[in-house]
């Protein structure tokens, strides 16, 4: 699958090739449309993870990394911040997490919906 503003291998875990193949496809869908919305470019500082990048990372044993279902996007101020929100809420994502430096945005059918949290 082709999306407009990614390459899945945007996506790979640090320590495996070709793994950004194995990203949701409804999730890179949705991500597509939330940056045509959003109107800056998004970098992927985390997409799919395997067990062992999972637990480097510091992420939760149960990480919507590890199914494809998740994504870390660099923010480098709060103006490109708001931007992304705004594209992410916008292409109808509803479990989103804000640091300084990233946002992790996720649509885990798993995991319970309509969540913002803070790192």
Request: aromatic share 10%; glycine share 8%.
């Amino acid at each position: 699958m082709t999306y407009k503003h990614f390459l899945l291998s945007e996506f790979d875990s640090p320590d495996l090739l070709n793994s950004g193949q194995k990203m949701d496809a409804t999730f890179m869908g949705k991500l597509d449309t939330a940056r045509e919305i959003s109107g800056v470019p998004y970098v992927i500082t985390s997409g799919i993870r395997t067990r062992e990048a999972n637990r480097a990372a510091h992420g939760v044993p149960d990480s919507a990394h590890l199914t494809g279902h998740a994504c870390d996007i660099l923010t480098k101020d709060s103006s490109q911040r708001w931007r992304i929100l705004f594209g992410l809420i916008r292409a109808g994502f509803t479990r989103i997490g804000i640091s300084q430096e990233f946002i992790h945005v996720d649509d885990c059918p798993n995991k319970t919906p309509r969540v913002c949290w803070t790192y």
